[in-house]
Every structure is written in C-alpha cells, then in structure tokens.
C-alpha cells in the first residue's frame, strides 16, 4: 500500500519561511515526478510545483515562482518544498503527489489527472 505522509506545515508570520516535508512508503518514487498542490475548502486543488525523477527539472506555479523551492531526496524517498516570503495568499493545505508516469520532465505545469497517490495534506496558514 502506497502512503504519503506530509509535515511541516503551521502557523508562521506574513514574511516568514517554512519546508515542508513528504515521506512516501510502500513502494519507491525514484522514477516518478512528485509534486505539491494545494487546496482551500470549496475550491479545486491549484499546482504549486513539480520535480522530475532525477532531480533535474522543476516546475513552479507563477505565484510562487521566486519564493518556494521543490526538491528531492531519492533514498530517503522524501520531496520536500521550501517556503519564503510567505503571503497570507500562500495559507491553504498543501498535499504531495506522486505522477503516474514515470521518467517525465517538466516544461509546463502538469495535468492534475497526472497525479494518482496523495498524502493527506498539511496545513499552512500564514498570518498577516
């Protein structure tokens, strides 16, 4: 059974930093993309950011695009995102995901379809 488990996420200043955290078990991802979406209740689950197999490409949402920073650990089988300069905009829950597909780079913003195991999310929120 695949898991992926988020953490990191909490409660920081408008300005402040925060990284995030996803652990996946069950099988490893070394030939799969992982990403982070997130969600605010009522609306669809928005891209953040994406990393290839390798490490060695990266794509990032326009709004966070400066600020966060999506890397990965294969042996620990660990994506983690780096968050600066957090805005009050940047609050809702974050999830990580692992691409169905394996070995893709990324020169555009994936398919949520893309995507198939989630983690259950972890919860930002950023006070003004």
């Known amino acids: 059974q695949v898991q992926l488990v988020e953490s990191g996420g909490g409660l920081v200043q408008a300005g402040g930093s925060l990284r995030l955290s996803c652990a996946a078990s069950?099988?490893?991802?070394?030939?799969?993309?992982l990403g982070w979406f997130r969600q605010t209740p009522g609306k669809e689950r928005e891209f953040v950011a994406v990393?290839?197999?390798?490490?060695?490409?990266?794509y990032y949402a326009d709004s966070v695009k400066g600020r966060f920073t999506i890397s990965r650990d294969n042996n620990k089988n660990t994506v983690y995102l780096e968050m600066n300069s957090l805005k009050p905009e940047d609050t809702p829950v974050y999830c990580c995901t692992a691409d169905r597909y394996a070995l893709r780079v990324y020169t555009s913003a994936p398919a949520l379809h893309d995507f198939g195991s989630w983690g259950q999310g972890t919860q930002v929120t950023v006070s003004s």
């Open positions: 069950g099988r490893a991802f070394s030939r799969n993309g």
């Open positions: 990393i290839s197999w390798s490490g060695g490409s990266t």
